[in-house]
């Protein structure tokens, strides 16, 4: 088995996504599973398989402790500690080949606190992997493109995983735009280029300085562009994990 965390800025798209990629891993006949590690999400886009909400409810954690959603979502992400061996519990009982886990809605409270590294190490024994996704709507402007470059990277060297990137709902992109962002990540010049040129002020330093760090630090990008409404380029991270993974093969044979 193989698991596999879906993160992502809140709304880039990775519950949409969640449900949609098991779904195409399903058709092409995988033993996949959906498993759901957001306390807060009240309506989720697939039937998740294990469900961190049979545990732990936000709207529960706020009527017990008196709390409001901030603090509801804080204390029920540090319960998440407790029950880390009932979910891996759960997801052995369903011995899927591969296991699409869908992170909580806002990134910093699992990714940044101490939940994300831990759940990174302990949720199952097996090999693990990480899909960061750039919301393509909002890393239209490149400023928000460098902060997600620089959000990726700090995922990655706290969780220690291999790692995918994707930009997401092209669809709503038009040709220009897409073509734009794909330029951006194919060649350093061309973001520093537009950093240069929408850029001013305290926001173009500070995007040339993010650009800096990510450098040194040197994680490789290429961001697949991805629809969750149409598929488009499903079949490439597809490919890619198998590649990482499987050597290549399914992941049920
Ligand atoms: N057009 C379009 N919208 C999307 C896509 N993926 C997600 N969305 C929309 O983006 C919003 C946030 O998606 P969601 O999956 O809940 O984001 P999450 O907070 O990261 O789980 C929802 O309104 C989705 O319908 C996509 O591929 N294309
Ligand atoms: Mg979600």
């Given at each position: 088995?193989?698991?596999?965390?879906?993160?992502?800025?809140?709304?880039?798209?990775?519950?949409?996504?969640?449900?949609?990629?098991?779904?195409?891993?399903?058709?092409?006949?995988?033993?996949?599973?959906?498993?759901?590690?957001?306390?807060?999400?009240?309506?989720?886009?697939?039937?998740?398989?294990?469900?961190?909400?049979?545990?732990?409810?936000?709207?529960?954690?706020?009527?017990?402790?008196?709390?409001?959603?901030?603090?509801?979502?804080?204390?029920?992400?540090?319960?998440?500690?407790?029950?880390?061996?009932?979910?891996?519990?759960?997801?052995?009982?369903?011995?899927?080949?591969?296991?699409?886990?869908d992170t909580p809605g806002q990134m910093e409270l699992f990714a940044f606190r101490n939940i994300?590294?831990?759940?990174?190490?302990?949720?199952?024994?097996?090999?693990?992997g990480v899909i960061y996704i750039f919301d393509g709507m909002q890393c239209r402007d490149p400023?928000?493109?460098?902060?997600?470059?620089?959000?990726?990277?700090?995922?990655?060297?706290?969780?220690?995983?291999?790692?995918?990137?994707?930009?997401?709902?092209?669809?709503?992109?038009?040709?220009?735009?897409?073509?734009?962002?794909?330029?951006?990540?194919?060649?350093?010049?061309?973001?520093?280029?537009?950093?240069?040129?929408?850029?001013?002020?305290?926001?173009?330093?500070?995007?040339?300085?993010?650009?800096?760090?990510?450098?040194?630090?040197?994680?490789?990008?290429?961001?697949?562009?991805?629809?969750?409404?149409?598929?488009?380029?499903?079949?490439?991270?597809?490919?890619?994990?198998?590649?990482?993974?499987?050597?290549?093969?399914?992941?049920?044979?």
């Amino acid at each position: 088995m193989n698991l596999i965390f879906v993160l992502g800025t809140a709304g880039s798209g990775k519950s949409t996504f969640t449900a949609k990629f098991t779904r195409f891993l399903e058709y092409h006949r995988e033993d996949v599973m959906a498993v759901n590690l957001d306390p807060g999400s009240m309506i989720l886009p697939y039937a998740a398989n294990v469900d961190v909400r049979e545990y732990i409810k936000v709207e529960e954690i706020m009527e017990e402790y008196g709390l409001g959603p901030n603090g509801g979502l804080m204390l029920a992400h540090d319960m998440m500690s407790g029950i880390v061996e009932d979910l891996s519990n759960d997801i052995e009982d369903f011995t899927p080949d591969v296991c699409i886990v869908d992170t909580p809605g806002q990134m910093e409270l699992f990714a940044f606190r101490n939940i994300g590294a831990e759940i990174a190490q302990n949720l199952t024994d097996v090999e693990k992997g990480v899909i960061y996704i750039f919301d393509g709507m909002q890393c239209r402007d490149p400023l928000n493109y460098v902060m997600n470059m620089f959000l990726a990277t700090a995922i990655n060297t706290k969780f220690f995983l291999p790692q995918y990137h994707l930009i997401s709902k092209i669809d709503a992109l038009d040709e220009y735009q897409l073509a734009e962002m794909v330029s951006w990540s194919e060649d350093q010049f061309a973001l520093e280029e537009a950093v240069d040129a929408r850029l001013t002020g305290l926001n173009r330093t500070m995007s040339q300085d993010m650009m800096e760090i990510i450098n040194r630090i040197g994680l490789e990008f290429q961001p697949i562009p991805v629809s969750s409404v149409t598929n488009d380029g499903f079949s490439d991270l597809y490919a890619q994990l198998m590649m990482t993974f499987t050597d290549g093969g399914k992941f049920t044979p």
